[in-house]
Structures are given as C-alpha cells and as structure tokens.
C-alpha cells in the first residue's frame, strides 16, 4: 500500500513538473518572439538616421560650393560691369545726383511799366519762354537740368497754371525761375546769348534773362514718382 502511494505521488509529481516546464518554454518561446521586433526596430532607426546624416552632408556640401560660386562672382568682373551699367543707367534717368561746371540761368517777369493798351500777358513769363531757354540748353549738349530744384527728365512737363508753371506733376512753381544746367559754360550760354536766339527775343519784351557760367553746378536727383501705365519693355 505503501508503495502504491509512493508511486502515485512520483506520478502526479511529475505530471506537474512536466505541465510547469511546458508552460515555461511556452512563456519563453512567446519572450523570444514578441522581443524580436523590439530589437530589430532601434536597428532599422540607427540606419535611417545613418542615412539622413548622409543626406545632410551631401546637401551642406553643395551649399557650400553655391557659396564659394556666389563669392567668386560677387568679385567678379562681370558683376563690375552690371553694376557700372546700372550706375550709368541711374545717371541717365535722372536718379542720382552729379555735379560739374555748367550755367545758372535765372529768369523773371519784366519790370517795365505797362502802357496804356498794351497786353500785359507780353510782360509775363509763361510756360512757352521757359520751355524756349530749356530746349536751348538741351540742344547745346546740357546732360542735366533742374528749375527752381526740380530735377528735369525725359517725361517731366512745363505747363502753365495761372502766374506759375506746374513741373513733374505737381509741383507748382513761381517766377524768378533759376534754371541750373551742367555741361560745357562756353557752349549753354554761347547758345542761349547767340543773336537773334531766346535770350534776345525774351529782353525785347522786357522779361529778365542773367546767364551766368559757374564752375559749379549741383543738380539734386528725381525725386517723383516713376509709373509707366501704358508703356511695356519689349521682349
């Protein structure tokens, strides 16, 4: 009976051990197969980042080189001459300021006294007069002009508003007019005093003309608006 026991108990002894050995290679195979992603993923990460690193440097490295590109230009003589081409561009427009040996013109209404029937619109200065002496001055090879501190350009407009002129849109001007232009002194006022010329069919009515030649002539820059409504550059 003794023995029947004994046996019994080594039988159930080891069905138990073998029902805990079983659930523990189960346990383990699960262990091993659930931690087999976690450690390929940080793996797969260290290579991305490996490769973004690489990317990184290539891209620094072309960044660097459009650098180096940027500074050799930037000393080059090409850029020398857009900008001397700008420069000049600039000065012809009228946008900048310049300085040289030129004429001071200086006009203003005539102070002699009105006769009896005569028109005293005669005695005025108007837009045509002053018109008349800038034309001239152009036409003697002036490269810069302003009146009364208004730079002239190419689409600048002397018009008559009452006793005044009204130039560059809307800055209205009063007599005396003192009109500077740069270029040769001998030429401007050889072409002004010329007989028969502007200045002498001015003073026949009276209206006061000094030419002066200067040594130094100071003409201010543009300083309106630049709008082109209409006008389109050409391909």
Known sequence: MKNKSFYLILLFMGITMGFILAVQFRVTSNIAQNSSPSLDRPNALAQELDKAKETRDEQQQKVDNLREQLDQAAGGPELARVKESLDRAREEAGLTELQGPGVEVTLNDSNNVLQP????????????????????LKAAGAKAISINGQRLISTSEVRCIGPTILVNKNQRLSPPFIV??????????????????????????????????VDKVVITPYSGGLVFDYAKPTK
Request: proline fraction near 4%; hydrophobic fraction near 40%.
């Open 117 to 136: 029937g005569e028109n005293p619109n005669f005695y005025v200065l108007h837009d045509g007069d002053v018109l008349s002496i800038l034309n001239e």
């Open 180 to 213: 500077y232009a740069l270029g040769n002194p001998e030429t401007l006022a050889g072409a002004l005093k010329m007989k028969g010329g502007v200045v002498e069919s001015l003073q026949i009515w009276g209206i006061q003309v000094d030419v002066k030649k």
